[in-house]
């Protein structure tokens, strides 16, 4: 069983997480009024929200050897530092410019955050803990997306839009001195004697891959962006991914270890994982823009049915580990990915005169699995990893994770129009976007279809038969 202290860097985690992908929403909701206070236009504010993912997707793939070099207790505590100044910082941005350098320094702090807080779980918690400790860790990066724009409409109607990153300072403090407290000073929070050297050519290759790769999901995402740019930049992401590949499978020492997805349960947490994570992150966009513009719906009835995602992931959350030790991680991730595609592809069959219990019931299901889901792909991924490569794949994991929730909103938006191009009416675009993302689903389903039977048991508790006492699964 987890003891006091693992619960506690779990829920720090989970808190940096809340933090972190709250910033990569919530800015959205205020660009309007951003705009305006700024002397710009809402499209430039956009610069705002791209800055920050961007370096994310970038400096991610570093989180790992920062680790190794300088101790996963030093980069935590500054990385918490550098977002909570950075954020406090943002909020006394004077022009746009210095706004968007600003949010780069507050993305470097949350580049750093969960993946070095994430290794610091694994590598105190027990296979057989991993499903409860991953629930603590998972969940507000599925509540944070859904509350980003209802609590970003409040701060920008009640407040202002400076709200949006004061609110970082007190939740910041507070985990900074959680992890003072928390995280010590042994094996994992120390620097070793040798730390491996820096792959420089894999730094380059991956960071202008991701980068360029982010960057063309927010051209996509942009009305006015032009075809030809966003093919270029498209080009530019896969070349240099491609590219960085054959280096990583090369390198003696590569920053990324793409040797970790030979682990079958590994590979399809990675794979499997993204696509659910993109359907995670495109449904609370789709979802708004559906009942505002079509249903003609007010922002606030909008946002209380939506939350009804939110109810679903922390209403099915307490039995999440019970399901996973049941039913194995096989049959649940066929369960709830399976699900996720029909509630989403349901949302097509949505109407103005469809009662308002009936939509809110099928997007509570919807919250329910993707609950499950991520859950429990994010077990799963280091549940049959050997604890000398938790680091490689931990980056790997959190790399492939954040590259796909930021392309979460480019993914709704490629989907609208295709819609728009096949229907004429927007109710009818909107069907079609809704029923692509959730055949988005079904590659998913079926990598968890072609699992072992067995796969993640290592990470299960299952009860001896009699009644006797557990038996952990090795």
């Known amino acids: 069983m987890m003891d006091s202290r693992q619960r506690a860097t779990a829920l720090l985690v989970a808190g940096c997480f809340f933090m972190e992908m709250l910033d990569g929403t919530i800015v959205a909701t205020a660009a309007p009024r951003m705009a305006a206070a700024l002397g710009t236009t809402p499209a430039a504010v956009g610069l705002v929200v791209t800055a920050y993912l961007v370096t994310l997707a970038v400096l991610i793939p570093l989180s790992g050897w920062l680790a190794v070099r300088f101790g996963a ?11 909570t100044l950075a954020s406090a910082a ?25 993946p070095v807080g994430r290794l610091l779980v694994l590598a105190r918690t027990e296979k057989s803990d991993l499903p409860r400790a991953m629930a603590y860790v998972v969940w507000p990066g599925l ?15 009640y407040a202002s839009w400076h709200w949006m990153f004061l ?24 620097a070793p004697p040798l730390a491996p050297p820096l792959d420089l050519v894999g730094v380059l290759l991956c960071c202008t891959g991701l980068a360029a790769l982010t960057w063309a999901g927010h051209l996509v995402a942009e009305d006015g962006s032009g075809w030809p740019v966003t093919a270029a930049v498209t080009a530019v992401a896969f070349a240099a991914l ?56 007010s922002a606030v009835a909008s946002g209380a049915v939506v939350l009804f995602v939110f109810v679903g992931n922390i209403a099915v959350k307490p039995a999440t580990t019970f399901l996973l030790n049941r039913f194995g991680f096989r049959r649940l991730l066929i369960a709830a990915t399976a699900a ?28 329910a699995a993707r609950s499950v889901g991520l859950t429990g792909y994010s077990t799963m991924a280091f549940s049959e990893v050997g604890r ?31 819609g728009q191009a096949l229907a004429s009416a927007p109710g009818g675009a909107y069907q079609v976007a809704f029923l692509l993302l959730g055949a988005l689903c079904l590659p998913a389903v079926l990598g ?14 299952v009860r001896a038969p009699g009644g006797a006492a557990p038996a952990r699964q090795r």
């Open 73 to 83: 207790r030093r980069v935590l505590l500054t990385a918490i530092a550098l977002f």
């Open 90 to 114: 943002c909020a006394a941005a004077p022009d746009l410019g210095t706004l968007v350098a600003l949010r780069v320094l507050q993305g470097a702090g949350g580049a750093m955050m969960v």
């Open 143 to 157: 509540v944070a997306p859904v509350a980003a724009p209802l609590a970003g409409g409040l701060l920008t109607t």
């Open 167 to 190: 609110i970082n300072v007190p939740m910041g403090l507070v985990a900074f001195a959680a992890a003072w407290r928390i995280v010590g000073s042994g094996p994992q929070g120390s």
């Open 242 to 297: 491609a590219a960085a590949g054959r280096h990583l499978l090369r390198a003696p020492h590569p920053l990324v270890n793409l040797r970790t997805l030979e682990v079958a349960s590994f590979r399809e947490s990675v794979t499997g994982g993204s696509l659910v994570w993109m359907v995670i992150t495109a449904v609370p966009f789709l979802l708004p823009l559906l009942f505002q513009e079509v249903f003609g719906w």
């Open 340 to 367: 996720l595609a029909v509630t989403v592809a349901g949302c097509a069959f949505l109407t103005a005169a469809t009662p308002v219990a009936v939509t809110a019931a099928l997007v509570l299901a919807g919250g």
């Open 388 to 418: 000398e490569r938790l680091r490689d794949a931990n980056t790997l994991s959190a790399t492939a994770q954040q590259l796909s929730a930021g392309l979460g909103v480019a993914v709704a938006v490629i989907a609208l129009r295709i």
């Open 448 to 461: 968890a279809v072609r699992l072992h039977p067995t796969a993640g048991d290592a990470a299960r508790t």
